[in-house]
T-cell receptor, first 112, second 114 residues
Framework: DAKTTQPTSMDCAEGRAANLPCNHS???????VYWYRQIHSQGPQYIIHGLKNNETNEMASLIITEDRKSSTLILPHATLRDTAVYYCIVRVANSGYSTLTFGKGTMLLVSP | GAGVSQTPSNKVTEKGKYVELRCDPI?????LYWYRQSLGQGPEFLIY????????DSGLPNDRFFAVRPEGSVSTLKIQRTERGDSAVYLC????????????FGQGTRLTVV
């Protein structure tokens, strides 16, 4: 799986949008971009994934650049409960087994 | 509860002892994964089961680590002759199938070797 690069930490004010960037310049054509987050003392939680089109669900939006070399996870109205480590992962999907390879992620701190 | 359950939540053991960590996946999930997370690091893959068989154990650090899933549901991670460096949070995850988009993680077992 391709490697990803994320900032170590970010801050966001409560109620504002949190935009978390991820670089994955070596991504292959059959690899998807996945985002997970890990709240303190909990296991990772799936957020969203995408191939090349922008995606949105009840938790977040995922914007992938046209060349697919980078992406941004957007939490439109961050709350204190969104404080967590956010992991950007690239992974082959829909083709059988493929494990998740986690980096160190981005520590997002949402403040009042 | 419909989530992945791991027991115990905390385990303290003496160096050299044997430990077993248990994972109850979500009912009906055929794929099961074990990860290990050290302080300040992301989870690190250990082993993957499809049904009863270990389909990929390439992440196990050495032969002191072993895992089983005899009936294709509950899995046990076994660590022999524990070392202080084995101290970490051990996470279990399951998914409906190997190619599923979403893996569901348990809260982990915090293992401390003293």
């Amino acid at each position: 799986d391709a490697k990803t690069t994320q900032p170590t930490s970010m801050d966001c004010a409560e109620g504002r949008a949190a935009n978390l960037p991820c670089n994955h310049s070596t991504i292959s054509g059959n690899e998807y971009v996945y985002w997970y987050r890990q709240i303190h003392s909990q296991g990772p939680q799936y957020i969203i994934h995408g191939l090349k089109n922008n995606e949105t669900n009840e938790m977040a939006s995922l914007i992938i650049t046209e060349d697919r070399k980078s992406s941004t996870l957007i939490l439109p109205h961050a709350t204190l409960r969104d404080t967590a480590v956010y992991y950007c992962i690239v992974r082959v999907a829909n083709s059988g087994y493929s494990t998740l390879t986690f980096g160190k992620g981005t520590m997002l701190l949402v403040s009042p | 509860g419909a989530g992945v359950s791991q027991t115990p939540s905390n385990k303290v053991t003496e160096k050299g002892k044997y430990v077993e960590l248990r994972c109850d996946p979500i009912s009906g999930h055929t794929a099961l994964y074990w990860y290990r997370q050290s302080l300040g690091q992301g989870p690190e893959f250990l082993i993957y089961f499809q049904g009863t068989g270990a389909a990929d154990d390439s992440g196990l650090p050495n032969d002191r680590f072993f895992a089983v899933r005899p009936e294709g549901s509950v899995s046990t991670l076994k660590i022999q002759r524990t070392e202080r460096g084995d101290s970490a949070v051990y996470l279990c995850a399951s998914s409906f199938s190997p190619g599923s988009d979403e893996a569901f993680f348990g809260q982990g077992t915090r293992l401390t070797v003293v």
